[in-house]
């Protein structure tokens, strides 16, 4: 595809429910990314995928968010027990080869608001 | 543990004047990699520019050039020429081996007509 596209543009949502993000990289990218930013601040590393697999999960905050990706493209990240504090812009960047050489190329993003 | 610091929350220049944004960052790597995105309000992260810490060359590309600093780590942008296109939040960030990008808080730039 011509970029990465993001799904929905914007979501908002009530306290408690469940939500689903995705993302569509670039295609031929095998490697992909979920960061998070906050309001005033940079983005924050979520999750890394390298093709199906995650990679390093290291940046989940807890066992509320889980993201997936199925057949090594479209991504899902998924939120349970949404609470306010999981506000922010969700964006999603995919690279070519995952290499730390690769560039990575972002998506507008999701902003999500929990009420 | 890597980190970025932006000192300049907000910086607004004249209309083809040359500004540089500050960043410094925190490392006991050796081999990492530099960039600058650029993040207009279309939320959309542009890289602008890219440095490998192995290079000592500075980076350039057209208007945009890096100061890369290794010992001082240190790594400012220089944009020159300002245009008002390039009204925009500029982050500075850092990655190594393990391919996850930390970003500084960011740096909000004006440029006034």
């Known amino acids: 595809g011509a970029g990465v596209s993001q799904t929905p543009s914007n979501k908002v949502t009530e306290k408690g429910k469940y939500v689903e993000l995705r993302c569509d990289p670039i295609s031929g990218h095998t490697a992909l990314y979920w960061y998070r930013q906050s309001l005033g601040q940079g983005p924050e590393f979520l999750i890394y995928?390298?093709?199906?697999?995650?990679?390093?999960d290291s940046g989940l905050p807890n066992d509320r968010f889980f993201a997936v990706r199925p057949e090594g493209s479209v991504s899902t990240l998924k939120i349970q027990r949404t609470e306010r504090g999981d506000s922010a812009v969700y964006l999603c960047?995919?690279?070519?080869?995952?290499?730390?050489?690769?560039?990575?190329?972002f998506g507008p993003g999701t902003r999500l608001t929990v009420l | 543990a890597q980190t970025v610091t932006q000192s300049q929350p907000e910086m607004s220049v004249q209309e083809a004047e040359t500004v540089t944004l500050s960043c410094t960052y925190d490392?006991?790597?050796?081999?990492?990699?530099l960039f600058w995105y650029k993040q207009p309000p279309s939320r959309q992260m542009i890289l602008v520019i890219r440095?490998?810490?192995?290079?000592?060359q500075n980076a350039t590309e057209n208007r945009f050039s890096v100061n890369f600093q290794k010992a001082a780590k240190s790594f400012s942008l220089k944009i020159s020429d300002s245009q008002l296109g390039d009204t925009a939040m500029y982050f500075c960030?850092?990655?190594?081996?393990?391919?996850?990008?930390?970003f500084g808080k960011g740096t909000r730039l004006h440029i006034l007509p």
């Open positions: 960030a850092f990655m190594n081996r393990d391919d996850k990008i930390i």
């Open positions: 960047a995919s690279s070519q080869g995952g290499l730390a050489q690769d560039t990575q190329y």
């Open positions: 490392t006991s790597e050796n081999n990492y990699y």
């Open positions: 440095q490998e810490a192995y290079k000592q």
């Open positions: 995928f390298q093709g199906t697999g995650a990679a390093d």
